[in-house]
């Protein structure tokens, strides 16, 4: 049987009738709750104290009476004594979009790096809540945002949730410092990485899937995508580059998710290459651009090379289709589910990525295969001619790549031409 429950939010400058739609379909991705109806406000600030002025927070009272609702859900991040005083005032459970989002994070979490950032977030998220104990505490959300991996109990008290955070830090460091020697061995072996970004359910594990070759499809339930994949992807002619997938980001992305998945997002800022996915299917791309743009900027605000993939046209007419390659030029349009684009989306990240390239020819004797094969594995090899002394080859590559060839060929003769 599903769970009655009703949401809540104000209308001003921020908050538009679109994330309103979208917490709907958070609440309903988060487990099986049924929506019965919104109460809406326009202000330009929530109410410090009830967040909702007293007339349409005894309408909402009116409202969770008549339909027995057992749970209620705020658009924005409440404030711990603004839970607990809608709480008292309603008299059922309260929660809100940040809580909504840890509870299906905690949910979508396999692996055990991604339960540790979703644990360490939940707990961060509860910490200033926990104020009482039994009645009070279970309406601050009725386990919503503390249900997941780890300690589920909320008569937890303050010292026990601090030492159990700090614990948790310390396996994210250490996780952390894992994949920084991860990164730096990729580096030296001069190997590009580009990473997926985008809002959630973009499309982003099916776009890799279709560049890797690889056989899994895409879920279309709100972030289905927790831990970071990386996959090799090569590249006509030879190179080829580590393709990362991200957790898609949402508007209002808690922060204690952003701080706690940072080894994660690493991956991000660590890019040679960004690849920016939207879904041209459903409306407000625009507002989806700016979130995921602010989420980017919080992890590193350097500035760096993007390419928009403007994703699903399978799902537009060729009008459609057609209009909007004239109004967004910059990016490539594909469907990661047809394949549509999708030679054109890997010319244009070979382009991005070995656009300082250099051409030269080498003869390598062959007793140096080791630099024939890794040319052929981080350069583009254009011409392939056997001699008696040794292999031709004329090569494409990145000038740090191409001069530590040069250095090991420095004792042969006629090496460089």
């Known amino acids: 049987m599903s769970t009655k429950c009703l949401l809540f939010g104000i209308i001003n400058n921020d908050n538009t009738d679109d994330e309103l739609?979208?917490?709907?379909?958070?609440?309903?991705?988060?487990?099986?709750?049924?929506?019965?109806?919104?109460?809406?406000?326009?202000?330009?600030?929530?109410?410090?104290?009830?967040?909702?002025?007293?007339?349409?927070?005894?309408?909402?009272?009116?409202?969770?009476?008549?339909?027995?609702?057992?749970?209620?859900?705020?658009?924005?991040?409440?404030t711990p004594s603004?839970?607990?005083?809608?709480?008292?005032?309603?008299?059922?459970?309260?929660?809100?979009?940040?809580?909504?989002?840890?509870?299906?994070?905690?949910?979508?979490?396999?692996t055990a790096e991604g339960k540790i950032q979703v644990e360490l977030a939940r707990l961060k998220?509860?910490?200033?809540?926990?104020?009482?104990?039994?009645?009070?505490?279970?309406?601050?959300?009725?386990?919503?945002?503390?249900?997941?991996?780890?300690?589920?109990?909320?008569?937890?008290?303050?010292?026990?949730?601090?030492?159990?955070i700090k614990e948790l830090e310390r396996e994210l460091?250490?996780?952390?410092?894992?994949?920084?020697?991860?990164?730096?061995?990729?580096?030296?072996?001069?190997?590009?990485?580009?990473?997926?970004?985008?809002?959630?359910?973009?499309?982003?594990?099916?776009?890799?899937?279709?560049l890797t070759g690889s056989e899994r499809v895409g879920d279309p339930r709100l972030f289905a995508t927790l831990e970071t994949t990386g996959r090799r992807v090569d590249l006509l002619g030879g190179g080829h580059f580590v393709l990362s997938d991200t957790v898609g980001f949402i508007n209002k992305l808690p922060h204690q998710l952003v701080a706690s998945f940072r080894a994660t997002l690493m991956e991000v800022r660590e890019a040679d290459l960004l690849l920016h996915v939207l879904d041209v299917s459903t409306p407000g791309m625009e507002e989806r651009i700016r979130t995921v743009e602010k989420v980017v900027a919080e992890i590193d605000d350097r500035p760096r090379l993007e390419l928009k993939v403007y994703n699903k046209i399978d799902l537009l007419s060729p009008a459609e289709v057609e209009r909007l390659q004239m109004i967004l030029p910059e990016g490539i349009m594909v469907s990661a589910v047809t394949g549509q684009g999708m030679p054109e989306l890997l010319t244009k990240i070979q382009e991005l990525l070995f656009a300082d390239a250099t051409e030269i020819t080498l003869n390598i004797p062959y007793s140096r295969g080791d630099l024939?094969?890794?040319?052929?594995?981080?350069?583009?090899?254009?011409?392939?001619?056997?001699?008696?002394?040794?292999?031709?080859?004329?090569?494409?590559?990145?000038?740090?790549?191409?001069?530590?060839?040069?250095?090991?060929?420095?004792?042969?003769d006629n090496y460089y031409e």
Request: charged share 30%.
């Open 21 to 78: 739609r979208e917490l709907k379909a958070l609440v309903e991705s988060s487990g099986n709750y049924e929506v019965l109806g919104v109460v809406t406000q326009r202000r330009p600030q929530p109410e410090p104290r009830y967040y909702l002025g007293k007339g349409k927070l005894e309408a909402l009272r009116d409202m969770v009476n008549r339909f027995e609702a057992e749970l209620v859900v705020c658009d924005d991040e409440l």
């Open 372 to 412: 024939v094969n890794l040319l052929y594995d981080h350069s583009q090899v254009l011409q392939r001619k056997h001699l008696p002394s040794g292999i031709r080859l004329q090569v494409r590559g990145s000038r740090p790549l191409l001069e530590r060839v040069l250095q090991a060929l420095s004792g042969e």
């Open 125 to 164: 998220y509860i910490l200033p809540r926990l104020v009482g104990r039994g009645t009070e505490l279970s309406r601050l959300g009725g386990g919503i945002g503390t249900r997941g991996p780890g300690e589920t109990k909320l008569e937890i008290d303050r010292r026990k949730v601090r030492q159990r």
């Open 173 to 210: 460091d250490a996780i952390t410092r894992h994949r920084d020697v991860t990164r730096r061995w990729r580096k030296q072996r001069e190997v590009p990485l580009v990473s997926l970004v985008g809002y959630t359910n973009a499309g982003k594990s099916t776009l890799m899937a279709a």
């Open 82 to 110: 603004q839970q607990r005083n809608i709480a008292g005032f309603l008299e059922t459970a309260v929660t809100d979009r940040t809580g909504i989002i840890l509870d299906i994070f905690a949910k979508r979490a396999n």
